[in-house]
């Protein structure tokens, strides 16, 4: 059934899409690879968008019924524009030839690492099972609207998903992955398979990789660098980026995002390319901007800044350029199914009430406003209690002081003081060494040297400036934000990510020159610099203990600690190591260099400094669901030992099972642990009572009124005392 999924959500309508675009290509002319890239990164969440305006339109009618209208949505398109069927032909064929001529064994082993790591990030994404809460979250989500086919749910303090789980809707979890798991659960006739869901985020971050080496390519065509290098940097990069490989092994929404962004940022750049209108491009852009802004917040503000971006660099007068702007914007809109309007209405002062009022009025989404406002007023975090029905505010800790939002979320990133707020969070692009490596360093030094350079491009300029815009808008670092809620866009590492993703382009072009600039300098001085690291290795064997010592204290000054201690210290013997042995290396391409092996000493001078600055960033860090070394060894383990074997949730995965052992089925147990009702088939699981309930899985310790039956680490499994109640006095 994930074959025909596949073929009715991905397949045909990207190929139907290509069709449309090669009916109308002379009016904009673009790349039959961007046409690849395009139809197929819109296609499934197309079928998702028509989905959630059917459901508004025509509610709770039966699965047979959506997926006709859907599947004749794009089979009227295919005949109606089949007459381009030999074009598609042509395009496939230019692509194979394509593909053929640039897969020979020369390539196969210069590219032979990154290969074996896709293909080991592969098995971990697809073959392993769902993990973390934010999947959880949205399969969760998926099912209620499988079950329901409605938005009445979404007012609902429980929601009953899986025959007997209690749900609590999540407002901050927006339509576009809902709503197409939703559409693969009535196709498959099953909301218990998740595997199109994980297939999703893989799909798109492939994506997202060949958008990526496009704009990789095009920069370094603009600045005349060499391209095939590039390329292979910008692949090795890519590839070995813990903060975007992630986004592929544990299904995260930010690899459609960071694509419809740089597929966004491609068509920005094409706009800006020409001194006429095209209304063509226009469209694409608007289509692009509005799925993006379906999938999240995050995608809306993205569209915005991109629109911005559109309307200060276009070569347009004024008025052309508002007229542009006022076309993509309304586009913008409806593609993004007015996810805009609902979630921004009364914040922006540039968004007329009038006219989100006449929206509105015309188009049938009262309801759904009216539902996401209500929701909004009462947004709980993960960790928040409900009594009953009545949703509380706050977080109810041990000793029962009531925290706000804010200062649970400083908890959270464990930031208490103002060092903390940039060296943990403004800042964590450049602190945060194992989630983003050295490579935003190496940007800022690379565009200081080269700016004239970067910004004389269109592309590279349009990059430069969405960087500026919005570091300074999500990294807010003169602290102009004072919402509460603020900290999570500084907070979380998924904001930075693509920060760093597009300093990765820049980084890509200029990688080579650098690292050759780098080993000119020293080779000029290469006597003083033999003195020199020398001495610092000198320094390294003497003083091993304080050197650790003194690196332990500035890693907890820069992370969140999480694990045991024990943990962090093998982490910085391992740098310590790594960094002695690079250094050992470069001394050494200094002596090969010394005996006129110019060529041989600079080859080991940029291996060394591929090892060191890109594989132990990426190696010091537990990135995937089971460790990296066991991705082969696990692959056949039955789903209960794969979740037992995850790097981060197996405690919460022991205790359920724990639970399973000596309770009865259909127990009710209270937790907030979302990653616990995907795969629950045993339990009453509940996020929304507490009274009337004898057992809770939690990570707070068990209070006086409960006691402590199980706890693997700080996960706990509870049993009330003497019946009473969580709540009572």
């Known amino acids: 059934m994930n074959l025909i999924s596949i073929f009715f959500i991905f397949l045909l309508p990207a190929n139907v899409i290509l069709l449309l675009l090669f009916n109308f290509n002379k009016y904009f002319k673009l790349k039959y690879y961007i046409q690849f890239i395009f139809s197929y ?188 290098l590039a390329i292979f940097f910008g692949m090795l990069f890519f590839t070995f980026s813990w903060a975007l490989t992630r986004t592929m092994i544990f299904s995260s929404k930010e690899s459609i995002i960071y694509f419809f962004t740089l597929l966004g940022i491609y068509f920005v750049y094409q706009l800006i390319n020409h001194k006429k209108r095209n209304a063509y491009l226009e469209i694409l852009l608007g289509i692009i901007l509005g799925i993006n802004s379906f ?16 309307l200060i660099f276009s070569s347009l007068s004024f008025w ?42 015309i188009f049938p989404v009262k309801e759904l406003k009216q539902s996401y406002e209500d929701n909004l007023a009462s947004i709980k975090i993960d960790s928040l209690f409900s009594k009953g029905r009545e949703g509380v505010r706050h977080i109810i800790s041990s000793n029962k002081e009531i925290k706000t939002i804010k200062e649970s979320n400083l908890g959270l990133y464990q930031v208490n003081n103002g060092w903390g707020i940039y060296l943990k969070g403004k800042l964590q692009i450049l602190t945060k060494i194992g989630v983003f490596g050295f490579y935003f360093w190496f940007f800022l030094i690379i565009v200081v040297n080269n700016f004239k350079k970067i910004v004389f ?16 808008l999500f990294m807010d670092p003169f602290n102009i934000d004072k919402s509460p809620l603020a900290i999570v866009l500084w907070g979380s590492t998924k904001y930075a990510e693509l920060v760093l993703l597009m300093s990765l382009v820049i980084v890509s072009v200029y990688f080579y020159d650098f690292a050759k600039g780098i080993f000119s300098y020293l080779n000029k001085y290469k006597y003083k610099m033999l003195i020199s690291l020398s001495f610092i290795v000198l320094i390294l064997i003497i003083f091993k203990n304080l050197i650790n010592e003194v690196a332990l204290k500035m890693l907890f000054v820069t992370i969140p600690i999480y694990k045991n201690i024990l943990f962090y210290k093998d982490k910085i013997s391992f740098f310590y190591f790594s960094m002695f042995l690079f250094l050992i290396v ?49 692959l056949f383990l039955d789903r209960k030992l794969k979740l037992e074997a995850t790097v981060n949730n197996n405690a919460i995965y022991d205790v359920y099972f724990y639970a399973k052992k000596i309770l009865p089925k259909n127990t009710i147990i209270t937790t907030n642990f979302s990653e616990l009702y995907i795969y629950n088939d045993y339990f009453k699981l509940t ?34 005392v003497n019946g009473i109640d969580f709540f009572s006095d």
């Open 295 to 310: 999938v999240n917040l995050h995608g809306i503000i993205i569209g915005l800044i991109l629109l911005f971006l559109l």
């Open 457 to 472: 491009s269109r592309v590279g300029k349009l990059i430069v400036a969405f960087i500026i815009v919005y570091f300074f």
């Open 586 to 634: 470069i001394i050494l391409s200094l002596i090969v260099n010394s005996f006129k092996k110019k060529q041989i000493a600079f080859y080991i001078f940029l291996t060394t400094c591929i090892l060191f600055f890109i594989g132990v960033p990426f190696f010091i860090t537990n990135i995937g669901k089971v460790p990296l070394d066991k991705t082969i060894s696990d």
């Open 687 to 720: 996020k929304t009572r507490y009274v009337g309930v004898d057992y809770l899985i939690t990570k707070s310790d068990c209070s006086d009124k409960w006691s402590n039956i199980y706890s693997n680490q700080d996960v706990n499994l509870c049993k009330k």
């Open 41 to 228: 990164g819109v296609a499934p969440l197309s079928s998702a968008l028509i989905f959630r305006y059917l459901i508004l339109l025509f509610p709770e009618k039966s699965s047979l019924f959506y997926t006709l209208i859907i599947g004749s949505f794009w089979i009227i398109l295919l005949i109606l524009f089949f007459k381009n069927v030999n074009k598609l032909k042509i395009a496939y064929r230019k692509l194979y030839f394509f593909t053929k001529r640039i897969i020979s064994f020369r390539n196969f082993l210069i590219y032979f690492p990154i290969i074996f790591m896709l293909i080991i990030f592969t098995f971990q994404a697809l073959v392993y099972p769902i993990v973390d809460g934010d999947g959880a979250r949205y399969i969760n989500q998926s099912k209620a609207i499988y079950t329901y086919k409605n938005i009445q749910w979404e007012k609902r303090a429980a929601v009953i998903i899986a025959s007997n789980n209690e749900y609590r809707f999540n407002p901050m979890i927006r339509p576009a992955i809902p709503y197409f798991v939703a559409l693969t659960f009535m196709i498959d006739g099953n909301s218990r398979s998740y595997f199109m869901y994980k297939f999703l985020a893989y799909y798109y971050y492939l994506l997202l990789y060949l958008i990526f080496i496009v704009l990789v390519y095009t920069l370094a065509d603009k600045l005349k660098k060499n391209k095939k």
């Open 320 to 361: 052309e350029r508002l007229k542009q702007s006022l076309v993509v914007f309304s586009l913008y809109l409806f593609f993004g199914a007015f996810e805009f309007i609902l979630n921004f209405k009364g914040v922006f002062p540039f968004v007329s009430a009038k006219i989100s009022n006449f929206i509105l009025k």
